[in-house]
């Protein structure tokens, strides 16, 4: 019986020193290994990613309703869209620009991390007026771009656009989407 009881003891040091080792060989491991999913895995510099028209936008002015300027769109409705943003574009069309389309109206922020292109960041609310505007803002920049009103819509266009337009708080928006 004793040295039955020595080998179950043996046989349950050589399993724990087993699994320890294994243990450490994980830890090493998943320590070591590249994460996809942190910045590492993303690009360092601008791509040449191309503007696809999804629809139009008109800026109008908030009295005379007169049709201040109308740009080409993408679209960005969903999660994944709304992360990306315009981040890596070397450019954006003169006339083009990207509206955000949020589940919620509510205090927005964006930033400028990994955006390459100067750009006036519009924040308009469920009714269509803007109630924010960020002209210039500074690319590659972390700090955050907040709406001072709730806002269930954002517009980015080159920056300098909406003076160039004489876009301000209190003008509307309208667009339509392509099908």
């Given at each position: 019986?004793?040295?039955?009881f020595?080998?179950?003891?043996?046989?349950?040091?050589?399993?724990?020193?087993?699994?320890?080792?294994?243990?450490a060989?994980?830890?090493?491991?998943?320590?070591?290994?590249?994460?996809?999913?942190t910045?590492?895995?993303?690009?360092?510099?601008?791509?040449?990613?191309?503007?696809?028209k999804?629809?139009?936008?008109?800026?109008?002015?908030?009295?005379?309703?007169?049709?201040?300027?109308?740009?080409?769109?993408?679209v960005?409705?969903?999660?994944?869209?709304?992360?990306?943003?315009?981040?890596?574009r070397?450019?954006?069309?003169?006339?083009?620009?990207?509206l955000?389309?949020?589940?919620?109206?509510?205090?927005?922020?964006?930033w400028?991390?990994?955006?390459?292109?100067?750009?006036?960041?519009?924040?308009?609310?469920?009714?269509?007026?803007?109630?924010?505007?960020?002209?210039?803002t500074?690319p590659?920049?972390?700090?955050?771009?907040?709406?001072?009103?709730?806002?269930?819509?954002?517009?980015?266009?080159?920056?300098?656009?909406?003076?160039?337009?004489?876009?301000?708080?209190?003008?509307n928006?309208?667009?339509?989407?392509?099908?």
């Amino acid at each position: 019986m004793n040295s039955s009881f020595q080998r179950k003891k043996s046989n349950r040091k050589m399993y724990l020193i087993t699994l320890l080792i294994v243990m450490a060989g994980l830890v090493i491991y998943f320590s070591l290994k590249p994460d996809i999913r942190t910045e590492k895995s993303l690009p360092t510099e601008a791509l040449d990613i191309t503007f696809t028209k999804q629809g139009e936008l008109m800026f109008i002015h908030r009295t005379t309703s007169d049709t201040l300027a109308v740009i080409d769109i993408e679209v960005a409705a969903d999660n994944q869209k709304r992360a990306r943003g315009l981040m890596y574009r070397k450019s954006l069309p003169k006339m083009g620009g990207m509206l955000f389309i949020h589940d919620v109206e509510q205090i927005q922020s964006f930033w400028m991390k990994n955006t390459y292109i100067p750009l006036d960041m519009i924040f308009v609310n469920s009714d269509k007026v803007i109630v924010t505007i960020h002209p210039n803002t500074t690319p590659m920049k972390e700090w955050s771009y907040a709406s001072m009103k709730p806002a269930l819509y954002v517009v980015e266009v080159n920056a300098g656009f909406c003076a160039r337009h004489g876009i301000s708080e209190g003008d509307n928006i309208d667009f339509v989407l392509s099908k």
